[in-house]
């Protein structure tokens, strides 16, 4: 397995939005955005399952999923891939859970940057009249390969 670095996890963080693939049990892909992302280790990503009725259809049928950050800034960027897993309980799905509500408690300062992406989308959605939001699951993602995705990098892979 390979092991997220600080750079690949500094890229991360910068990233207010990361794209997240996955494909269903005929292989289309689909792609979505995701905004809550946690790294909880250094070979597993965390996202909060808010509105992840297509994602979540697919992991059930193929748990095999990418993740895409790029630093617009800098064009450094990774792409993570792995096995995903669904979990509904315990405590990294409570630590999930327990992030999102410290964001929905309004400003203040944040001691981790998760809360901060968690206080942005709890605004967005209290905006179109959806607030209070709490995640059906969290999606694990268990990296098992990094490719860079840095221009003139792209053949770099870690496994």
Known sequence: ???LTQDMKQVLKRQPVVLVATSDDRRLPNVSPRGIIK????????????????????LSANPNMAVAAVDLQ???GYQFKG?????HDGPLFDEVVGLLERGQKGQRPMELWFEKV???LVAALAQVGRPGVRPRN????????IWNLAPGREDEVWR
């Open 39 to 58: 790294v909880v280790d250094d070979d597993k990503l965390v996202f909060a399952s808010l509105f992840s009725v297509k994602t979540e259809a697919n």
């Open 1 to 3: 397995m390979p092991k």
């Open 74 to 76: 800098s064009y450094k």
């Open 83 to 87: 096995r995903a897993e669904l979990i």
């Open 138 to 145: 969290a999606i694990v993602l268990h990296v098992e390969e």
């Open 118 to 120: 968690a206080r942005e």
